[in-house]
């Protein structure tokens, strides 16, 4: 009998260690694995900058940045820094801190909230897939996820949905389109997949963050809001330009915005950044600008194909 217990116990530890094991190890059979390096470059951002600028952190030495008197413009900076030394190849290092700068509206929410739904209406982003669906960047399957995932943010900005909720609806996704890649090939969904894959981090991310504060709304959904606002501009900017899109540079741009959305109210509710309603202006001009406005004045028409029906 008490060998029968020990065998019992034996195989419980073993069953239990295997599934740590499996929980700490990226699961490489999962085709969104491939880009979740995206996601773990956005979290490293969010934990730079806390351990850098939090009051509360120990390990910060320099004394000429105080945190009572830190701006956005110095967080800013810090970020491209990190930008250009965060081990991407040169080329999209550089591409990476371009789009940060072109988003750097997104530290303030409002922003970035204005750029997805526009009079809190999710009407533009939805003709917006609509049109790269048209232009065959995207397919049918993948305009339903980033629909459900657009639906999902609206409900979580407006207190519909909490944050729990909204991060299962996240993982839901994954798995929808996990499966449809498997049937579509590793080439397939590429722009939908970096979305979710920073998605996901930021998810887990958030979860260890507001561990004091698990009601606060509509945070885990600006970083994704910045992603996806981020992806379709710069593809409609590329569609316009060139007649054609490069992914990678869709995928980093996804990153920029993600980046900026959350480290703008990281900084809010870290309470690292007291300067958080300062909003950031064009150098040539006293106006507050938004991303779209700084696109268009670039002379960039974001109605790059006909609009279509929703």
């Known amino acids: 009998m008490k060998k029968q217990i020990l065998l019992l116990l034996s195989f419980l530890f073993c069953l239990t260690a295997c599934s740590n094991k499996e929980l700490d190890e990226p699961d490489l059979s999962d085709p969104l694995e491939k880009y979740m390096w995206y996601g773990r470059l956005h979290n490293s951002f969010l934990d730079s900058a806390d351990?850098?600028?939090?009051?509360?952190?120990?390990?910060?030495?320099?004394?000429?940045?105080?945190?009572?008197?830190?701006?956005?413009?110095?967080?800013?900076?810090?970020?491209?820094?990190?930008?250009?030394?965060?081990?991407?190849?040169?080329?999209?290092?550089?591409?990476?801190?371009t789009a940060l700068e072109e988003k750097e509206s997104y530290y303030v929410a409002?922003?970035?909230?204005?750029?997805?739904?526009?009079?809190?209406?999710?009407?533009?982003?939805?003709?917006?897939?609509?049109?790269?669906?048209t232009a065959k960047y995207i397919?049918?399957?993948?305009?339903?996820?980033?629909?459900?995932?657009?639906?999902?943010i609206h409900q979580n900005k407006n207190d519909q949905i909490s944050n729990y909720d909204f991060a299962l609806k996240v993982n839901e996704l994954s798995h929808v389109w996990s499966n449809y890649s498997r049937l579509n090939g590793e080439?397939?969904?590429?722009?939908?997949?970096?979305?979710?894959?920073?998605?996901?981090?930021?998810?887990?991310?958030?979860?260890?963050?507001?561990?004091?504060?698990r009601s606060a709304s509509?945070?885990?959904?600006?970083?994704?809001?910045?992603?996806?606002?981020?992806?379709v501009l710069n593809a409609a900017?590329?569609?316009?330009?060139?007649?054609?899109?490069?992914?990678?540079?869709?995928?980093?741009?996804?990153?920029?915005?993600?980046?900026?959305?959350?480290?703008?109210?990281?900084?809010?509710?870290?309470?690292?950044?007291?300067?958080?309603?300062?909003?950031?202006?064009?150098?040539?001009?006293?106006k507050n600008y938004t991303a779209n406005e700084m696109y268009n004045m670039k002379g960039v028409k974001l109605n790059y194909i006909s609009t279509c029906d929703e």
Request: charged share 25%; glycine share 8%; net charge negative.
């Open 51 to 97: 351990e850098r600028f939090s009051p509360e952190t120990k390990s910060r030495t320099d004394d000429s940045i105080e945190s009572d008197s830190l701006t956005l413009e110095e967080l800013k900076e810090f970020q491209l820094e990190q930008a250009r030394n965060c081990g991407l190849p040169s080329e999209e290092a550089e591409i990476l801190v």
């Open 110 to 133: 409002e922003n970035l909230w204005n750029d997805i739904f526009p009079n809190n209406s999710m009407s533009s982003m939805l003709v917006r897939l609509r049109q790269l669906q």
């Open 139 to 152: 397919d049918n399957t993948e305009r339903t996820i980033l629909r459900d995932l657009l639906t999902a």
């Open 187 to 213: 080439d397939w969904g590429v722009m939908t997949g970096v979305i979710l894959a920073i998605s996901k981090s930021s998810a887990e991310w958030w979860d260890n963050y507001l561990y004091d504060s």
């Open 218 to 231: 509509a945070i885990i959904s600006l970083d994704v809001g910045g992603a996806i606002t981020g992806a």
């Open 237 to 286: 900017i590329q569609y316009y330009q060139n007649k054609r899109v490069n992914m990678k540079t869709v995928g980093l741009h996804a990153l920029a915005g993600a980046i900026t959305g959350s480290t703008g109210i990281a900084g809010k509710v870290g309470r690292w950044v007291t300067s958080i309603g300062k909003l950031f202006k064009l150098k040539d001009r006293n």
